[in-house]
């Protein structure tokens, strides 16, 4: 019975697996492979370069002209010289319908008039929603996300992201940021997640997740790989030196999270590192990018940056040399981005025997895979039932959460804020009354300063509050530009006729290159207004809206409270009103450390010896700092063992609780510190952080766990190692001990 039951078993399962099964669906392995079979040299090296739209269109594109592809330039792309990629550096954003006609029209050209019928991956910066679709939900830039310290928002913006970048007909966007915060001179801080590694990783794993499994279809790519984001000098695109301990223990660990969360593209670092550009670099892209961090996608340039080998940082002698040494290090898709040279060359080069077929063959299969995965094969069009999922009422919704939860309240002398909505107001300051400096850059255009192209329909600071607390409440004065005084006396003689002074100042909006600055502080126009308005005696609420931390120190002790507003996107306006005026708590927390001097820029995680023989670990607010309209208390800390070995986890729980009187939200944050080490240890790491809503009374129980990886650190011979020793646990004001044996 036994034997004539094993036989009908073995049997079904025979007729399942053969007779019954449908054909398997080839996987995207096996298409790329047979799709590289039929490939000559040619369409192969199409498919490596990449040329923006500026390159098949009429004109090269300013912010007031209208765009029209020019479809024999399109043609010449495609057709001839076979390019697998395009991406947007037109200028401008464009309606959902535009974006569909000229995805259309160069998907026609891939589709119709190429032997292959390969289609084209377009590319954009889609770095806080979709920044160049019109009327698109645009969330707070990556830093504002970061100050929410909330994992489930970023994921539903990485949703929303990607339903509307695929609702414009696109499936390729060069976002996150994984470069760590910690210059905060560099114009480019406020793409980033702030200074904390484990932060960041958080932020950008949940990020990616959003976009990439919300069923859309969308590729993410990391960005810049790596070490850009730690130039010496604190300006854009200059040299960084990062010893060995620094980049895995600062610079790698982020990207490798979103490698982990599957990133299927990694864009290069426009700059240099330690004297090598890093497109030059075969350590880098090769070595450590695929054989230690095990990054299966493909690379493509920064913009520009393989010419530039040979034209800026003259570690090639030659154009030819320049494209010999990228793709040679593991570049697989040039940026070129307005000519075909780098199909040219690669061309020549790999018919002298100068670069190897198995490498060209390499980087296309990983470039054809990412087309097969998503879908583009299939369908290369924009889908139009997308288009009801773009700039719902839900995404804005979620946007003005986002928002409301990325302002940072940093001082409230005397719970003056909320303001009580019958207040007389005077509402000035550069940041007032313009959409711009709530947005920064890669917002409508690169550096997201046209004020006109803004949708008028979105509030202000200015309009927010009045619509809050009516027109009759609310005087408005400039009082200065962004380093140039206006009416500082007009501001200064009103501010005597009302309650309180609304002072709104920061930055403007930049990005790249052309934010760079000389001096971390403020500028001294904005201070002085700032000074002469204190000096009235009315109180004094700050918003800063900013990208990067501002020195503000004169005028911190003056102002009654203060409000840190870090580009908190399209409903920041409404937001800064919302927690203004109470109807909104504030739950924000700083992700950087606001630094109180310029020449003492302090991270919170600092060595020991920054704090020692006279000297003190002293920024204007730490990291991880934010006050509420409410208050919270933690109690009864517990861990679930006091000695580990290495390889185990402990459960660590803490009860918060809101002490106050107000709904809000908290966010716990667990820090570890590794008492003793063979490498100098950090005082404290953030190892664990969770957002919590409580009513007034209520108490949560949170639990976090650490793992071995936590406890790790990159040790003298410059691997990742866990040291037996003591260690501290510390949430609020708890702490707990434990060892490892
Ligand atoms: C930036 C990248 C961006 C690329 C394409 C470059 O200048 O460094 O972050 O993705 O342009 O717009």
């Known amino acids: 019975m036994k034997k004539f039951l094993t036989i009908s078993i073995t049997l079904m399962v025979c007729i399942f697996s053969i007779g019954w099964n449908t054909p398997k669906e080839k996987t995207s392995e096996q298409k790329v492979k047979e799709l590289l079979s039929k490939m000559t040299l040619e369409e192969k090296v199409g498919q490596m370069t990449q040329v923006t739209i500026q390159a098949i269109s009429k004109t090269q594109g300013t912010t007031n002209q209208n765009h029209q592809l020019d479809l024999t330039k399109l043609e010449e792309a495609v057709v001839k010289y076979k390019v697998g990629s395009v991406l947007n550096v037109w200028d401008v954003a464009h309606s959902v319908e535009y974006w569909n006609e000229v995805i259309s029209k160069i998907q026609d050209a891939a589709l119709n008039k190429t ?82 590694v484990y932060l960041a990783q958080q932020m950008g794993k949940n990020l990616i997740i959003g976009q990439q499994q919300s069923g859309y279809k969308v590729a993410v790519c990391l960005k810049h790989f790596a070490g850009y984001g730690l130039p010496m000098n604190g300006k854009d695109r200059t040299p960084a030196w990062i010893s060995e301990r620094m980049m895995k223990e600062y610079v790698l660990p982020p990207f490798q999270a979103g ?62 040399e320049a494209v010999r040494m990228a793709v040679m290090a593991g570049v697989d898709m040039s940026m070129v981005p307005y000519d075909f040279t780098f199909y040219d060359i690669l061309l020549k080069l790999v018919k002298d025997g100068k670069v190897p077929m198995k490498r060209i063959d390499e980087a296309v299969s990983r470039i054809l895979k990412v087309k097969f995965d998503l879908g583009l094969f299939d369908n290369p069009y924009q889908e139009a039932a997308l288009r009801n999922k773009f700039a719902t009422e839900e995404s804005k919704n979620i946007n003005q959460q986002a928002a409301n939860e990325s302002i940072i309240l940093v001082k409230n002398d005397n719970n003056i804020l909320p303001l009580s909505k019958d207040k007389k107001i005077l509402v000035t300051g550069p940041t007032a009354n313009m959409l711009s400096v709530l947005n920064g850059g890669w917002t409508i255009t690169w550096q997201g300063n046209e004020e006109t192209l803004y949708p008028q329909e979105k509030n202000t600071v200015l309009e927010a509050v009045i619509e809050k607390v009516g027109k009759d409440n609310v005087k408005y004065v400039e009082g200065t530009g962004f380093d140039k005084d206006i009416n500082t006396v007009d501001a200064v003689n009103s501010a005597k006729d009302v309650d309180v002074v609304l002072l709104c100042l920061g930055e403007k909006a930049y990005c790249e290159t052309p934010g760079n600055i000389n001096d971390l502080t403020l500028d001294e126009a904005q ?63 700083l992700p950087i450390t606001y630094p109180k001097y310029p020449n003492a820029i302090y991270h919170y995680d600092y060595k ?55 709904a809000g939200k908290e ?42 990886e936590h406890l790790s650190f990159i040790g003298r011979d410059n691997k990742r190692i866990i040291e037996a020793g003591d260690f501290k646990v510390t949430v609020g004001n708890l702490e707990k001990s434990f060892s490892v044996k």
């Open 115 to 196: 032997k292959l019928k390969i289609p084209v991956l377009y590319g954009i910066d889609a770095i806080h929603g979709a920044t160049y679709t019109k009327g698109s939900t645009l969330f707070p830039q990556s830093i504002g996300m970061a100050a929410t310290f909330n994992t489930d928002l970023i994921k539903k913006a990485g949703e929303i992201t990607a339903a509307e970048i695929k609702a414009s007909g696109i499936s390729w966007n060069f976002n996150p940021v994984m470069d760590i915060g910690r210059q905060p001179l560099w114009p480019r801080l406020w793409e980033t997640f702030g200074e904390d």
């Open 259 to 320: 490698i982990d969360a599957g990133a299927p593209t990694i864009m290069v670092n426009s700059g240099e590192v330690d004297g090598i550009p890093s497109h030059s670099d075969y350590h880098l892209l090769t070595e450590i990018l695929r054989n230690e961090m095990k990054f299966k996608g493909f690379v493509v340039s920064d913009w520009e940056d393989i010419k530039r080998l040979y034209t800026r940082d003259k570690v090639a002698d030659s154009p030819e």
């Open 527 to 589: 201070l002085n207004l700032a000074s002469e308005l204190i000096k009235t005696g009315k109180p004094v609420i700050v918003l800063m809206l900013e990208g990067r931390p501002r020195i503000i120190r004169k005028i911190v002790d003056g102002s009654n409270a203060i409000l840190v507003g870090l580009l908190p996107g399209m409903e920041g306006g409404n937001a800064a009103a919302n927690i203004l005026f109470g109807d909104a708590n504030p739950s924000g927390k």
């Open 608 to 662: 020991p010896l920054e704090n020692f023989d006279g000297m003190s670990y002293d920024p204007q607010w730490g990291f991880g700092y934010g006050l509420s309209y409410t208050t919270f208390s933690v109690s009864d800390l517990k861990i679930d063992k006091d000695k580990i070995n290495k390889t185990d986890n402990i459960k660590v729980t803490v009860n918060v609780k809101n002490a106050g009187e107000k």
């Open 667 to 708: 966010v716990v944050q667990l820090y570890l510190t590794d008492l003793y080490g063979s490498v100098s240890r950090p005082v404290k790491q953030l190892k664990g952080f969770k957002k919590v809503a409580l009513n007034p009374g209520e108490v949560k129980t949170v639990e976090f766990t650490i793992e071995p």
